[in-house]
């Protein structure tokens, strides 16, 4: 689901905060993305990422920061 709350479009997330431009870029066309929540929530990338799950504060750098560098990694392997 995209940031208010449309569903998931190609594989691609639309909106202002840092993780859905980072979605945006490591996700592929395939991905399933799920994301529950509000301040906080949980994440699901299923495909490239099968089974991959993330607990999620939007408002906190600190949690995405963490969360790219571990989709930086699994790109690499």
């Known amino acids: 689901m995209q940031e208010d709350g449309t569903p998931l479009r190609e594989g691609k997330e639309c909106g202002p905060c ?17 994301q529950y929540g509000d ?3 949980g994440l699901a990338l299923l495909g490239s990422h099968m089974g991959r799950y993330f607990t999620i504060m939007e408002s906190s ?3 995405l920061d963490e969360l790219l560098k571990i989709m930086k990694h699994r790109e690499r392997n």
């Open 61 to 63: 750098e600190v949690i």
């Open 18 to 34: 840092y993780l859905y431009q980072m979605l945006n870029v490591y996700i592929k066309k395939e991905d399933v993305v799920v």
């Open 39 to 41: 301040d906080i929530g």
